[in-house]
């Protein structure tokens, strides 16, 4: 099926119109008709090639939400109609033990990532949802809960559940610190559902400007973390860290808040190595970890968190041609807090 999308057709060039191909559904897939696609600083990393491993033409997006327009013979979670999101994988073994484990994230063969992966139906790869319309397996298609803003419920597909996960992973509940690293669309989800789930929550921002916002988003406290006079004030006091910042910064400086036996989880991905000085980690007795988006079950229940506390993401809503304006305002930091694409913009 010929399908309009958006590809950057090489790591200098910017992104624009391209057509692409998607698979018949088959008896177990879903036809989506996007409405909205959340815009991921990953979509920039990938469509730079900063992480190397990019395929041109790349249409990027993994926070997909839209309405059911065909279901193959054999479903029973979606009908025509339904509102059905995809987030960051399309497809995995399903039967390898981190699989097994809804892990799917891990998978020992290889998770299908929704762009840039191997296509197993087509050949060639993924196209993500910078598009009109996905097909995507029921198993890897999400309910979206009745009554969350549709725009604003797409970028939960991976902004929320990759701030989701480390946070109920490590505990975050009542009588525990969090402090969130970076207020942009994974770091405003993190500060929403730390408070949300009952942790006190510190927002370390770099911009002078979010803190006022950090702290309507919900955060407790805000700490700049240009400033060392408040960072040192911060010296042993938190037990989980969720750090979300995408451009190189010292990991020590963040270490350093973190009391015994606490936890930096990484989800940002920096351009370079970062250096960890061994004290960071020995006194007192830290433990420096990474998470990678959620697995389907772990981003079923947190959309249904969102659906019952009524949680979405901030977003602001552009036209698909304004997507190379949105990457070079991500890159000054300057999002408030999501940019969405309107996809009736790429159909009409
Ligand atoms: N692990 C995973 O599964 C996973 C999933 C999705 C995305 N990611 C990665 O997570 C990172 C964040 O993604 P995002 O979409 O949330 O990006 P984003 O919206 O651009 O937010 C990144 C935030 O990092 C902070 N920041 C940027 N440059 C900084 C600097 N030089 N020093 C200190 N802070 C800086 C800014 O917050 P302040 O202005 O508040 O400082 C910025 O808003 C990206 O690297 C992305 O690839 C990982
Ligand atoms: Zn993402
Ligand atoms: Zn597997």
Known sequence: MNTKAYAAPSATAPLGPHAIARREPLPTDVEIDILFCGVCHSDLHIARN??????????????????????????????????????????????????????????????????????????????????????????????????????????????????????????????????????????????????????HTTLFTSSESKVADGQRLGAHEVVLSKDPAAMAAMAGSLDLIVDTVSADHPFDAYMATLRLDGVMAVVGVPPSPQQVHAFSLIMPRRILTGSLIGGIAETQEMLDFCGQRGITCDVERIRMDQINQAYERMLRSDVKYRFVIDMASLKG
């Not at 309405?67 to 193959?72: A, C, F, L, P, S």
């Not at 298609?141 to 803003?149: E, N």
């Not at 725009?151 to 490590?170: E, N, V």
Request: positive net charge; proline residues 5%; hydrophobic residues 35%.
């Open 50 to 199: 900063e992480w190397g491993g990019t395929t041109y033409p790349v249409v990027p997006g993994h926070e997909i939400l839209g309405r059911v327009r065909r279901v193959g013979g054999s479903v029973r979670k979606f009908k025509v109609g339904d509102l059905a999101a995809v987030g960051c994988m399309v497809d995995s073994c399903r039967t390898c033990d981190h699989c097994r484990r809804d892990l799917e994230q891990f998978c020992q063969r290889g998770a299908t990532f929704t762009y840039n992966a191997p296509d197993k139906h087509l050949g060639g790869m993924t196209y993500g949802g910078y598009s009109e319309r996905v097909v995507c397996d029921e198993a890897f298609t999400l309910k979206v809960p009745s009554g969350l803003d549709p725009a604003g419920a797409a970028p939960l597909l991976c902004a929320g559940i990759t701030s989701w996960s480390p946070l109920r992973k490590w505990g975050a509940g009542p009588g525990k610190r969090v402090g969130i690293v970076g207020l942009g669309g994974l770091g405003h989800m993190g500060v929403k559902f730390a408070r949300a789930l009952g942790a």
